[in-house]
């Protein structure tokens, strides 16, 4: 049996997924504020594989399945997107190769020394409860920018695969040039 791809696990799980709760993710999906945006006449009316191929064309795969958890969890299908992001981290596990290593653990250092307004990214973080009030308030404290990346990687970065994409999802919205550079490395 070959292995499960993302685009596969994302498949599974919008296909599982009762009629009404589509409707509401492709709703939701629709809703989203941040960019990447999807637009209505590649969503309406369409089924659950047209959807994964939507995700995945939209964003990377490893961003969709951070997107699809996020509005699975808005839609109140909590356990459908627990299930989802422990399938990926075990899928993501299993290829153990080098090259898939995480963006944020990649460009940990650079990140650490070279990310300068933290302030916004930190307040982004709190309204996705990547971090708690507790922690936002502990590294705002901290006086460098250095110091308060720091500490992020240190706590909250470290919890899950999921808490690094939704990280690096604000950071290309906070820090564009910075992550376009890190990226031709």
Known sequence: MAPKSAKKLLADTLEDLSEQNLVK?????????????VRRSRV????FLDL????VSTFT????VSVA???LR????????????????KLSSNSGSSDEKHFVDKHKLQLISRVSCIEPILDELL???VIQQEAYAKIRALLTSQEKMRELFSTSLRASETCRDIFYEILKKNEPYLVEDLQGK
Do not use: W
């Open 25 to 37: 993710f492709r709703h939701q999906l629709l809703d989203r504020r941040e960019e990447p945006r």
């Open 44 to 47: 309406e009316g369409k089924n």
């Open 52 to 55: 994964t191929d939507v995700l």
């Open 61 to 64: 795969e490893r961003a969709a």
């Open 69 to 71: 958890a996020e509005i």
């Open 74 to 89: 808005e839609i109140d299908c909590n356990q459908e997107a627990e299930r989802l992001v422990e399938e990926f981290a």
């Open 127 to 129: 309204e996705k409860d």
